[in-house]
C-alpha cells in the first residue's frame, strides 16, 4: 500500500511564520506568507508563487511543507500573485508579462532581505512549477535552482488548451470556468481589513473570462510562445530538478527538460498523478519527495555536496502490466536511471500494420472512457477498461513473445485518405491481458490541419492521401509474455478532444502505417531508493459530516432515443470545510459534456460553480456563483458566462458575457 507521510515534529530550527506584504515598484502590495528558522544567521529563501490564495485554498497543501523547509534552515515563502487572494492589483491572464515581472520583483526582493542569504530557489506545483521555470528564463540574478513539478515547457501543445493542435473540450472549458470562479472570490476581511470590498468589487470590474483569449489562439502563436520556455531553453541558468508523474498530463516536459536544458537539471517521473509525490494519493507509491528536493537546495544553494548531481540524469518508474481500475493506491514496478535524454538504453522498435484498408468514422461519443485529464487521486480518476472503447476503433493487434519494456514516447505513422478538408486521429496503445481485457498505456492526438506544423492550419486536400507522423504522451510500461500490445485509432475522442464539423472520418491504410515503441533494455535498479514520505504538522481543517448522498464523480448518461450522451463530472476540488482560524469555505462545481453520438456540432460543455465564504465572527458571508457554456455551429465557438457575487443577500456584481469566437484550426 502507498505510505502516508509521516508528520515531523522536531527540526533542527525552531520556526517562526508571519504575514507581510511586498512592495512591487508600481506600489502594488502582494500578500505573503514567510516561514523562517529562528537563527541570527542569513538563510537561503524558497518561493512560491501562485494565484490560488495562501490564505485559504492552499493553505492546507503549504502547511505541509513551507514550514517544513524553515525547520531545515530555509525562509520559505508562499505569496499570492497579483490581483488574487489578498494581494493588491487586478488580475491578468495566465503567466502574463506583468505576472513574470512582478516574480522577478519578488526574487530580488527576498534576495534583499535582512534575513536572506541572497540566493533563492523556486518552486511549485502546476501553476507555481509554470512559472518557476518561466521567472528562471528571465534570470533574475539571484535565482539559483528551482524545483518544477507537474509544469509545462510548452503553453500550446502541452497544458490544458489544446492537444495535437485540437482544441482540448474537458480542460479549456474546465480550467477556464474555473478560474473564472476563483478570479472572482474576495479578499479576505480577517487579512485586509475593511478594504476587502472596495479591492473586491474593483478587481471584479477587471474580471474577463479566459476561455475568449484561449479560443482565440487556435494555432501556436506568438500568444503561446510568450511564456513556452522552449522557445529557449539556454536563458535558464537555475539548476532544474523537473519533476512528473505517468499519470499527468504534463510528464513529457521533464523528457524534454532534461534532453534541452544546458545547466544542470535532474528529472524524475514517478506513477503519480497531478499532485506532490509525499502526499500519498493514488496512485503510489509516494516517496520522501520533501527530503530529495532538500538535497537539491542544499546541494545548489548551500554549497553542500549532497550528491544529486551523482544521481542518473533521469530516475523513471517503469509499472509493470497491471489490469484496467480508475484508481490504483499503489502500482507495480521499480525504478530505472538514465544517464541521458534521449537515453542510450533505450532503442525504437517498430511494429508494422496489416491487413486491408479501413474506414474509421467513430461515434461522436468515443472518448467517454478516456478518464480524467487532470487526475488528481480521486476514485473514478483513470481510464476504465477500453474495450468499449477499442470497438469504436480500428484495432491492429502485436503478440508479445518476450517482455517489451517502453519508456518514452510512442509514435506512430498513419497513411490516411479524407474526403473532407478537416478531421483528427486519435491513437491508443492498450495492453491487452489474456482474458480480453484492456488497460490504456498511453494516447496521442493530432488535428489533421495541424500535420505540418502546430503553429498553421492546412485543410487536407479532399481526396488525397498522406502519411501523417506523431508522438503518444510519454510512459513507462511493460507488457509481458503473453498479452498484446492494441494500436486503436479513432476520428473521434469527446470530451477530451472537440470534434470537427465534418465527422466524415478517414480510410487508414494499414501498408505504410506502423507504431514504434520506446523500448528500454536492462533491468531494473533496486538502487534507486528513496526515503519515506514526510510533512510537517498539518494545519488542521475540518471536513464537516454531511447528511447529504454524495453524488457520483464521474457519471454517463445514455438517452437511447436520441442517441445522445452525457457526462456529468464532480472535480472534488475540496467540498466543505472550516479553518482554525474560523473561516468556512464552500465549494461545489459540477462539469457537464454532451454530444449526440452521430452530430460533432451538438458538442456542449457546461460548468457551475458555487463557492461561499463565510466567517460568522465579522458577520462576512459572501457568495459567488458561475455559470459557463460553450457550443459550437460549423463557423464558430459559442461562448457565455456569468458571474453573481453577494454580500449576504446584496448582489453587489452581476455580469454575462456571450461570445461568438470563429472556427479555424478548431
Not at 506600489?27 to 518561493?47: F, H, M
Not at 502547511?63 to 499570492?80: E, I, L, M
Not at 497544458?159 to 472570490?185: E, I, K, N, P
Not at 487521486?377 to 513473445?401: H, I, M, T
Request: net charge negative; proline share 9%.
Amino acid at each position: 500500500m502507498s505510505h502516508s507521510p509521516k508528520i515531523r515534529t522536531d527540526f533542527p530550527y525552531e520556526t517562526t511564520h508571519d504575514d507581510i506584504r511586498v512592495p512591487l515598484t508600481d506600489g502594488t502590495k502582494l500578500y505573503a506568507r514567510v516561514w523562517r528558522p529562528v537563527t541570527d544567521e542569513p538563510v537561503p529563501v524558497l518561493l512560491e508563487y501562485l494565484p490560488y490564495r495562501l490564505s485559504d485554498w492552499t493553505a492546507p497543501r503549504d502547511r505541509q511543507r513551507h514550514p517544513w523547509y524553515a525547520g531545515h534552515g530555509y525562509a520559505s515563502v508562499r505569496v499570492d500573485v497579483r490581483g488574487h487572494g489578498n494581494s493588491e492589483g487586478l488580475p491578468t491572464d495566465e503567466y502574463s508579462a506583468q505576472e513574470l515581472a512582478d516574480g522577478v520583483e519578488v526574487v530580488n526582493w527576498l534576495a534583499a532581505q535582512p534575513w536572506s542569504s541572497g540566493k533563492v530557489g523556486m518552486f511549485g506545483i502546476s501553476w507555481g512549477g509554470f512559472n518557476s521555470l518561466q521567472i528562471a528564463a528571465l534570470a533574475p540574478e539571484p535565482l539559483k535552482a528551482v524545483v518544477t513539478v507537474c509544469s509545462a515547457d510548452d503553453r500550446y501543445d502541452n497544458d490544458v488548451h489544446y492537444m495535437g493542435g485540437s482544441v482540448l473540450a474537458v480542460d479549456m472549458h474546465a480550467w477556464a470556468a474555473t478560474m473564472l470562479a476563483f478570479v472572482s472570490r474576495p479578499p479576505d476581511p480577517l487579512f485586509v481589513g475593511d478594504a476587502w470590498r472596495a479591492m473586491w468589487l474593483t478587481r471584479l470590474e477587471a474580471v474577463e473570462p479566459l476561455i475568449h483569449t484561449w479560443l482565440e489562439h487556435q494555432t501556436r502563436d506568438d500568444y503561446w510562445r510568450h511564456g513556452s520556455v522552449c522557445e529557449d531553453y539556454a536563458a535558464i541558468d537555475a539548476a532544474v530538478l523537473a519533476v512528473g508523474g505517468w499519470h499527468d498530463p504534463y510528464r513529457d516536459t521533464v523528457l524534454r527538460l532534461v534532453e534541452h536544458l544546458p545547466g544542470d537539471v535532474r528529472g524524475l517521473i514517478g506513477p503519480w498523478s497531478h499532485q506532490y509525490p509525499d502526499r500519498g494519493l493514488p496512485p503510489g507509491p509516494a516517496i520522501g519527495f520533501l527530503q530529495e528536493t532538500l538535497r537539491w537546495w542544499d546541494q545548489h544553494l548551500k554549497g553542500i555536496d549532497t550528491g544529486v548531481m551523482a544521481e542518473p540524469k533521469l530516475r523513471s518508474w517503469i509499472s509493470e502490466s497491471h489490469p484496467p481500475a480508475t484508481v490504483y493506491e499503489e502500482l507495480p514496478g521499480g525504478w530505472t536511471g538514465e544517464p541521458a535524454w534521449p537515453s542510450p538504453n533505450v532503442t525504437p522498435l517498430s511494429y508494422a500494420l496489416q491487413g486491408a484498408p479501413v474506414i474509421v468514422d467513430s461515434p461522436q461519443h468515443t472518448g467517454l472512457d478516456a478518464g480524467r485529464f487532470f487526475p488528481f487521486g480521486n476514485d473514478a480518476d483513470l481510464p476504465p477498461d477500453q474495450r468499449d472503447e477499442d470497438a469504436k476503433s480500428a484495432c491492429f493487434e502485436f503478440e508479445v513473445p518476450a517482455r517489451v519494456r517502453v519508456l518514452g514516447r510512442p509514435k506512430v505513422t498513419l497513411r490516411l485518405r479524407m474526403d473532407v478538408p478537416y478531421g483528427q486521429a486519435i491513437a491508443r496503445v492498450c495492453d491487452v491481458a489474456p482474458d480480453g481485457s484492456s488497460t490504456l498505456v498511453t494516447r496521442g492526438v493530432l488535428n489533421l490541419s495541424a500535420r505540418h506544423g502546430r503553429d498553421r492550419a492546412d485543410a487536407w486536400p479532399p481526396g488525397a492521401t498522406e502519411d501523417v507522423t506523431f508522438e503518444l504522451n510519454g510512459i513507462g510500461h511493460t507488457f509481458p509474455p503473453g498479452h498484446r500490445i492494441r494500436l486503436a485509432v479513432s476520428s473521434a475522442y469527446w470530451p477530451w478532444i472537440w470534434p470537427q464539423a465534418d465527422s466524415a472520418g478517414f480510410t487508414l491504410e494499414p501498408v505504410g502505417s506502423s507504431l514504434e515503441l520506446p523500448v528500454r533494455e536492462g533491468d531494473l535498479d533496486p538502487a534507486i531508493t528513496f526515503e519515506p514520505p514526510e510533512q510537517s504538522e498539518p494545519l488542521g481543517v475540518v471536513h464537516p459530516a454531511t447528511l447529504d448522498e454524495q453524488r457520483p464523480e464521474r457519471l454517463v448518461v445514455r438517452d437511447v432515443a436520441k442517441g445522445e450522451w452525457r457526462l456529468e463530472v464532480d472535480p472534488r476540488y475540496g467540498g466543505t470545510r472550516v479553518y482554525p482560524d474560523g473561516l468556512e469555505f464552500t465549494e461545489d462545481a459540477l462539469e457537464t459534456y454532451t454530444i449526440n453520438e452521430s452530430d460533432p456540432l451538438s458538442a456542449r460543455t457546461r460548468s457551475d460553480w458555487t463557492i461561499r465564504l463565510h466567517r460568522p465572527e465579522l458577520a462576512w458571508d459572501v457568495r459567488v456563483e458561475t455559470h459557463s457554456e460553450i457550443t459550437c455551429d460549423a463557423t464558430d465557438f459559442i461562448t457565455s458566462n456569468e458571474v453573481v457575487c453577494k454580500d449576504g443577500d446584496e448582489v453587489v456584481f452581476h455580469r454575462t458575457w456571450e461570445r461568438r469566437i470563429r472556427r479555424t484550426a478548431g
